[in-house]
């Protein structure tokens, strides 16, 4: 009886590892067409109240027609002229509008155009003791110290920065990706980053007269 209890166990989480990544998968998409649709909502009725199409065809025209309009920017902005025009439109109009350099940087980002912030994941003694914790490198010295973000899980997007003196950061062979998604997971499969550290030995703290003073 317990073990067709354990095997009936196994087959359901089995299934549910299969459908609910899907089913969450549809869900988000979901989410993101009703957001889309939303924008273009007035695109969309201008459309039917000129043309016979209506409902999703007419959305689906219309997205079309934006990413042509992508397209055709794309092309324009690689030329002199538009080159020079976007930069003339954005340093007297758009860099003024609070929250534009922002999302600016965040888009670039996304798209994979711009090199993330943070250069390479490292285990940094914080409290300079024997604790860890899980950290990304996000600018080193001249003074061969580091500034490092600690990010808060599972939310990764919040967190505190430090500066702090090099023997204190133990940078480990581990991809930014990876080390997001353990700390999205609270720290599961943290195993890999401990594994690194000791595999690059422990390097000692430096002795006090080698600490900057205040």
């Known amino acids: 009886m317990k073990r067709a209890s354990e095997f009936f ?3 359901l989480v089995g299934g549910i590892l299969v459908i609910l990544p899907s089913a969450i998968f ?8 009703g957001l889309v649709r939303k924008v273009i909502n007035p695109l969309t009725t ?3 109240t000129k043309s016979p199409l209506q409902g999703v065809v007419a959305d689906v025209l219309v997205i079309i027609l934006l990413i042509m309009a992508c397209f055709v920017v794309g092309v324009t902005v690689r030329t002199r002229l538009g080159k020079w025009f976007y930069s003339i439109l954005e340093s007297r109009i758009l860099l ?12 670039y980002q996304f798209l994979g155009k711009k090199k993330s ?3 390479s994941v ?3 003694q914080i409290f ?4 860890l914790v899980t950290a990304f490198i996000t600018d080193e010295h001249v003074d061969g110290s580091y500034t490092v973000f600690v990010p808060t899980g599972p939310n990764p997007t919040s967190g505190n920065i430090y500066h702090l003196h090099r023997n204190y950061v133990h940078p480990v062979d581990v991809s930014v990706e990876d080390t997001m998604r353990s700390i999205i997971s609270c720290g599961a ?6 594994a690194k550290y000791k595999e690059g030995g422990q390097p000692n703290a430096p002795a006090d007269a080698d600490k900057p003073h205040c």
């Open 128 to 131: 300079e003791n024997d604790t």
């Open 9 to 11: 166990k196994s087959i």
């Open 96 to 107: 003024k509008f609070p929250g534009y350099s922002l999302i600016k940087e965040t888009v």
């Open 46 to 48: 201008f459309l039917m």
């Open 122 to 124: 490292a285990l940094a």
């Open 117 to 119: 912030p943070f250069s």
């Open 189 to 194: 499969g943290s195993s890999r980053l401990i």
């Open 26 to 33: 549809l869900f988000v998409l979901n989410w993101v067409f």
